[in-house]
């Protein structure tokens, strides 16, 4: 079974310039997170879909990030225009969510994408 | 208070000895705990999940939770240099979004 994808995996780009990330879960996965990762600290919410719907977007900074997951499937994020505090890993993860139960699954990570905005 | 502490280390362990790694998290209601493991330049691997108070075993890894305590930590029996990596200790905070909240992750060091 193939795992989540990501690409690019490197992106290097000058500050004030847009760019993409595109993520693709785990087949038959319905939940798909993006997360930010600083050197030293543990992944953060950006934004998490179930299905289409994004249902967390509380972390975004919505100002210059945007995302979407149009068939519920595959996902972008965007950011426009980048800023250098933007530099980080972005990381995708997906998860199969059941109803009932816990309430929560296990979330799966791609290889992520260093932005390095200079 | 962050929602989830661990030491940052690094913890440094002989191989073949037992490697303990530590974290507490703040929200008494939390109910689903995990443990990544993330090498250097790689991205966070899920290596243990537990819900229950008490332990769970997976060929070397013993995860312990105490839910009483806000504690839940990893043990690694019989520690080899390819362990050494981050781990990660991950809480999920329940709510209208059942968010998964990371620590800052211990980096374990492995030496022969």
């Known amino acids: 079974e193939a795992g989540v994808v990501q690409s690019p995996r490197y992106k290097i780009i000058e500050k004030k310039q847009p760019v993409a990330f595109w993520c693709n879960p785990i087949?038959?996965?319905?939940?798909l997170y993006w997360y930010l990762q600083n050197l030293g600290q543990g992944p953060e919410l950006l934004i998490r879909?179930?299905?289409?719907?994004?249902?967390?977007d509380s972390q975004l900074p919505k100002d210059r990030f945007s995302a979407e997951r149009l068939k519920g499937v595959d996902s972008t994020l965007k950011i426009q225009p980048a800023e250098l505090g933007d530099s980080a890993v972005y990381l995708c993860?997906?998860?199969?969510?059941?109803?009932?139960?816990?309430?929560?699954?296990?979330?799966?990570f791609g290889p992520g994408t260093r932005l390095t905005v200079l | 208070q962050k929602e989830v502490e661990q030491n940052s280390g690094p913890l440094s362990v002989p191989e073949g000895a037992i490697a303990s790694l530590n974290c507490t998290y703040s929200?008494?209601?939390?109910?689903?705990f995990f443990w990544y493991r993330q090498y250097s330049g790689k991205s966070p691997e899920l290596i243990m999940s537990?819900?229950?108070?008490g332990d769970k075993e997976d060929g070397r890894f013993t995860a312990q939770l105490n839910k009483a305590s806000q504690y839940v930590s990893l043990l690694i029996r019989d520690s080899q240099p390819s362990d050494s990596a981050t781990y990660l200790c991950?809480?999920?905070?329940?709510?209208?979004?059942?968010?998964?909240?990371f620590g800052a992750g211990t980096r374990l060091a492995v030496h022969p």
């Open positions: 993860a997906s998860s199969l969510s059941r109803a009932g139960g816990l309430g929560y699954n296990e979330q799966f």
């Open positions: 087949s038959g996965h319905n939940t």
């Open positions: 879909y179930e299905n289409e719907e994004a249902v967390d």
């Open positions: 929200d008494r209601v939390s109910q689903s």
């Open positions: 537990i819900y229950s108070n």
């Open positions: 991950a809480v999920v905070v329940p709510g209208g979004y059942n968010k998964l909240i």
